[in-house]
């Protein structure tokens, strides 16, 4: 959770103006768009069952199904509970532009919608007589964003022990500002993607199709700062709008494309990311939960108090790191403080370190955190 959008380590500014969106009631209440009923901090609107037959039982992700319990999203068919399969005929999936912004500070997009809307994206385009179907290794992949009429490349490295058969747990990285998918994996002689093989993980990074995974909060509206949250909630533009969905599409396209391939271990799936990707992380980790086990967001206290979804992810583990020279330190530090009293189950770690220069010093342990959640 720490972190700010400061200079980069590729010496970018960290603080380019993100648009917000609808503001935020007294009761902390997200607002709403065009009439829709207002959501509830607490997350009303993110745990309704999401109707459909049911893919073969259990929870929604081990059965295939979308994110949150019964059955299939948007009433759509669900897969069966297998992991790693080319699927059947894509659900019918309904429109994930909503009117509502389940997080106050992030998109209208439905979370129920649009991972039905991806699932049946990455049904349709699995191809398991592919060359590269299940391929191990550190792989530059492509896929066609139809929403956004492009190619859209993401990275995925698969640990080159798995033995092709066995459940993978999985590490999602969303990355800063100015960068891209690979530029992360890359630094620090491929550090990155050095712990994924060791700790035996599917790394996947994707690209966050211009915009910032869905949240407008930058610097600086830290947590602790509600009026300056207020400021970018006030800025949204018609055009930040659109780009922020493309981008949360995009995450969530480029997840299920990995889902429908890989067996993917559904209980030891995780999300991090750093400065703009930490925001990403504490937004797509609520919006999306059934997803994740834990969470740890490197740098990048962007969240608020209220119209959060802070009870889906009240039983989660999170890892929350800083660095004592990062200009966000003081809203990491009031996070950490705020998390402690209302009883989240929360790791902190600081190390002596600029914005950018703490990844390298945290991320090994990042993923022992990771190892610890899945230990028994």
């Not at 009117?99 to 994206?121: H, K, M």
């Not at 999306?288 to 009870?311: K, R």
Request: with cysteine; aromatic share 8%.
């Amino acid at each position: 959770m720490a972190g700010s959008f400061a200079a980069n380590a590729a010496g970018r500014s960290a603080g380019e103006a993100q648009a917000g969106v609808g503001g935020v009631n007294s009761m902390g209440q997200p607002a709403t768009v065009g009439g829709g009923g207002g959501v509830s901090a607490l997350g009303e609107a993110g745990n309704q069952s999401l109707g459909g037959a049911g893919g073969g039982g259990g929870t929604a992700l081990t059965a295939g199904a979308g994110p949150n319990a019964g059955g299939a999203p948007a009433g759509g068919s669900g897969q069966g509970g297998a992991s790693g399969q080319a699927g059947g005929a894509p659900a019918s999936c309904g429109p994930a532009n909503g009117n509502t912004r389940v997080i106050a500070f992030g998109t209208t997009l439905d979370p129920q919608a649009q991972v039905c809307e991806s699932r049946a994206l990455a049904q349709s385009l699995a191809n398991p007589s592919a060359s590269t179907w299940r391929a191990k290794g550190d792989q530059k992949r492509t896929y066609h964003f139809k929403a956004a009429a492009a190619d859209v490349a993401y990275r995925v490295v698969v640990p080159m022990s798995w033995d092709g058969k066995a459940k993978l747990p999985l590490v999602m990285f969303l990355h800063g500002a100015g960068n891209d998918e690979s530029s992360y994996l890359d630094q620090n002689n491929k550090q990155m993607v050095s712990l994924a093989q060791q700790h035996g993980y599917v790394l996947v990074s994707p690209l966050g199709y211009q915009g910032a995974y869905g949240t407008f909060l930058r610097l600086p509206a830290v947590f602790g700062q509600p009026a300056e949250a207020a400021k970018k909630i006030a800025a949204i533009t018609p055009d930040t709008e659109a780009t922020n969905e493309l981008s949360e599409k995009d995450v969530i396209n480029v997840l299920e494309l990995v889902l429908n391939e890989y067996p993917i271990d559904r209980t030891a799936m995780f999300l991090t990311g750093h400065s703009m990707g930490s925001a990403g992380t504490w937004y797509i980790a609520a919006k999306y939960s059934e997803y994740w086990a834990a969470l740890a967001p490197m740098s990048g206290p962007f969240v608020q108090e209220t119209g959060y979804l802070w009870d889906n992810i009240r039983k989660m583990p999170n890892f929350v790191t800083e660095g004592t020279q990062a200009e966000s330190l003081a809203g990491s530090r009031v996070l950490k403080d705020w998390m402690t009293t209302n009883g989240f189950e929360l790791q902190y770690k600081e190390v002596n370190a600029d914005h950018p220069g703490m990844v390298p010093l945290v991320l090994p342990d990042v993923f022992t955190f990771f190892d610890g959640v899945r230990a028994p």
